[in-house]
Nanobody, 123 residues
């Protein structure tokens, strides 16, 4: 079975920090790229950050550059999203996803999805 499980969401004040975790234990991160996406109510999912498989190259959406950091631990097949300087517009459900293709911030490139974890930044 192939399963992704997100955790670490919660309520945080503007300017605060959260670290999200993606348990990708069923995926060999040498072969699967991982992406983080988020979805606000009434909006489509948008790509936030991604990390490639073999070389670990990283991508970020312009809206989070300098504030968010993606990292992986290949020994546990866990991918993290460190979120700093959070803004109310960062509020949404955050998903991690996996693809055997090249890393990207395009939703349709990913085949496997977690259930999502809620991030709420108060205003």
């Amino acid at each position: 079975q192939l399963q992704l499980v997100e955790s670490g969401g919660g309520l945080v004040q503007p300017g605060g920090s959260l670290r999200l975790s993606c348990d990708a234990s069923a995926f060999n991160l040498d072969y699967y790229a991982i992406g983080w996406f988020r979805q606000a109510p009434g909006k489509e999912r948008e790509g936030v950050s991604c990390i490639n498989s073999s070389d670990g190259k990283i991508g970020y959406a312009d809206s989070v550059k300098g504030r968010f950091t993606i990292a992986r631990d290949n020994s546990t097949n866990t991918v993290y999203l460190q979120m700093n300087s959070l803004k109310p517009e960062d509020t949404g459900v955050y998903f991690c996803a996996a693809t055997i293709e090249l890393y990207s911030l395009t939703e349709s490139d990913y085949d496997y999805w977690g259930q999502g974890t809620q991030v709420t930044v108060s205003s």
